[in-house]
């Protein structure tokens, strides 16, 4: 059986969900827990009520809608992804995979096809992490990753607590925010963000897994002097040394593997005043690969790289790891489900690796699981420029539903 | 004729002075127009009376006492410097110029003393420039350099304006802030907030000149991309950019002169996130050379270097000139009364050129002007561990008044 989803209807959901939270550049700001987070979640709760889903929201504020199977003793199938966005991101990422599980249960009904399994859509809490750290939040304490009341203690830049804001919003749910039963398999679609598929000239991507990662931090600690008087070989100046590990950083991907990347996102300056020798930086590193042992050489490099920049300035240096995943390699029959559905739908795919984490890296430890990935134009994502084209975003929701549809009917 | 200063009441009254603004690292906060200001002044103004000095304060805050000189028509000698402090600076900075003219106007008197020319003390307004920009503010106004109104609408980092703030601490004098007449000669002892007479074993510096400079920013535009699914050679960084350039800065001076410095200050990275590839960076330059042909292809060489970065990684780039200032070579009778001074004293001295720039900087556009400097332990300042000890205080306290008196009875 082959499902067609109703492409009119399909791409004025897109539409509509983009207009809560949407910007003047086109883009969308609904960061977690926000106005706008209430109320595009007021909308998915109505838009499951009218399909007749049984919801649910958990502790953690992640939303659910199930729809029934005909086995009482088959496990769920569960399809979702996220509704927050980037400050000032792109309508596509994380919405597009959430709409198009709506559109599935949708089509299911109007053609009144019943599954052995029952299938579960989706709404997970913070996948951005871009108010909250960490990102993936929600699904990480669902997965029994993070601890929920470490993750209730979380504040954003203002103060403003996790736990209080998800109250504030109405969204704190009673049931627990954990698995209350086993599940069949995970499916999520996504937008690429990379240029793999565009690169490529293909129309879907089928995820095999997600690079793993290590983020941390280094502070340089040097010393404050009047930037005139002091002579330079009197200065140990923590920029300068920071300058030379983000060199480092840009450089160290080329020598370790074809897929590595190493990103130095955020840095920052004490006193920064334009007179003074800057005393302590703090910047990030981050370093992604599918292979594990690439993750933690690119990690052992940075930290040599630290050490080396040190003794050349003369400061004192310390390090923090923020986060270390290791790389998921998704199930082969939920992988192969995905490429069924495309091939079935005469797509040109091509099997890729997800350079980005999400709701997905945390599934993959609960359930069997795999994703979809749509075309980002130009592998843009994370602002307003993010684009992905009807017809790609129509393409991958008709192959996510025909990959959920053959787990749901167990064949 | 031959001064001598009562050091009790020299260090206590430096001591004196420390308390207000003091911090608990022994330190000073006491930033310009602030409460702490408003109190140093008032404190100032009482002492200056205390002396029967004929005071003024002009519309940008200026305070001045004069000493009757006389002579009706000799032409005053100004002494002074700043009362104003960084944020959690140290306690000789400015204060230890203003102190020793207060010192050598009541050794004046004690000793009963009369000079054909007039003496004027001085207190800058906001010589620092670390609450309102530029730096060297007052004495700019006062010599013409800056414009008055333009200076008066600066604001603060909380958005306070510098008019307002003069108001509302009371000192918005009457009198215009300009030269009322010509005058004879400007002398300032400072801190040498360097290294260089510690290093050379001397007890007082004999300032010749000030260091010329250039200060600016660059801005490098790049493309904020998700860190992860980015390949490498998709991305426009503009941090690495950055990082280019400020290892450049570090290098460039060595390749000038045996004074050169440079110095990034400030940097600010846009969104400024772990998992954001750095879209917008502004970091500043700062280079000084007593040459100014050096100061002049120190910043041509920063600006190609600005080119090549940009090139490199694909960004676009801008740069703003924020301020330029040529070297200041001080006037020989000046400087020959300051080592005359030192030598009387039997000082071991040394002829030094600023690093820093000074209220000097201005006057020496205005009369003839030299600089005393006084033994900065370790080079430090601009923070609580600056430490000059009493003696060196004390010495260079002693240097100023008899430069200052042989100038004022006309020899």
């Known amino acids: 059986m082959s499902l067609t989803l109703d492409r009119d209807r399909f791409v004025s959901t897109m539409k509509e969900q983009a207009e809560i939270g949407g910007t003047d550049g086109g883009g969308l700001h609904r960061l977690t827990l926000s106005e706008e987070d209430r109320e595009i979640r007021d909308w998915f709760a109505e838009r499951m009520e009218d399909e007749g889903l049984e919801t649910r929201v958990d502790t953690f504020g992640n939303m659910?809608?199930?729809?029934?199977?005909?086995d009482p003793d088959a496990k769920p199938v569960m399809v979702g992804s996220h509704l927050d966005s980037q400050p000032y991101g792109g309508i596509y990422d994380g919405?597009?995979?959430?709409?198009?599980?709506?559109?599935?249960?949708?089509?299911?009904?109007?053609?009144?096809?019943?599954?052995?399994?029952?299938?579960?859509?989706?709404?997970?809490?913070?996948?951005?992490?871009?108010?909250?750290?960490?990102?993936?939040?929600?699904?990480?304490?669902?997965?029994?990753?993070?601890?929920?009341?470490?993750?209730?203690?979380?504040?954003?830049?203002?103060?403003a607590m996790f736990e209080d804001e998800l109250e504030r919003i109405g969204y704190r749910g009673d049931v627990p925010c954990e698995p209350q039963e086993e599940y069949e398999a995970y499916l999520e679609l996504h937008v690429e963000q990379g240029p793999y598929l565009e690169e490529n000239g293909k129309e879907v991507g089928v995820v095999t897994g997600i690079v793993g990662f290590t983020w941390g931090a280094i502070t340089f600690h040097g010393e404050a002097d009047h930037s005139g008087p002091t002579p330079m070989h009197y200065r140990k100046d923590a920029l300068v040394?920071?300058?030379?590990?983000?060199?480092?950083?840009?450089?160290?991907?080329s020598t370790l593997g074809e897929r590595t990347v190493g990103t130095t996102g955020y840095l920052d300056v004490k006193p920064n005043s334009i007179n003074i020798i800057p005393e302590e930086v703090t910047f990030t590193w981050g370093f992604r690969d599918p292979d594990d042992e690439i993750v933690e050489e690119a990690r052992a490099r940075v930290l040599a790289e630290a050490e080396w920049a040190a003794e050349r300035?003369?400061?004192?240096?310390?390090f923090e790891d923020r986060m270390r995943v290791e790389p998921a390699h998704f199930a082969d029959r939920c992988v192969d489900a995905v490429q069924a559905a495309a091939d079935d739908l005469g797509l040109d795919s091509m099997r890729i690796f997800s350079g980005a984490g999400h709701d997905a890296s945390h599934m993959h430890g609960v359930c069997d699981t795999a994703m979809v990935f749509a075309v980002s134009e130009d592998g843009k994502s994370h602002n307003e420029e993010e684009y992905t084209s009807w017809n790609d975003c129509y393409n991958s929701a008709q192959t996510i539903a025909n990959a959920a549809l053959s787990l749901a009917e167990g064949e």
Request: aromatic letters at 8%.
């Open 313 to 318: 300035e003369g400061v004192e240096w310390e």
């Open 95 to 159: 919405a597009l995979g959430v709409v198009a599980a709506l559109e599935f249960v949708r089509t299911l009904n109007d053609a009144g096809i019943e599954t052995r399994h029952p299938v579960e859509i989706v709404n997970w809490t913070n996948e951005e992490g871009s108010r909250f750290q960490p990102a993936m939040q929600g699904s990480g304490v669902w997965a029994g990753v993070h601890d929920i009341e470490e993750q209730y203690a979380r504040t954003d830049a203002d103060g």
């Open 64 to 70: 659910f809608g199930r729809r029934a199977g005909t």
């Open 241 to 253: 040394a920071a300058a030379d590990v983000i060199t480092q950083i840009r450089r160290i991907p």
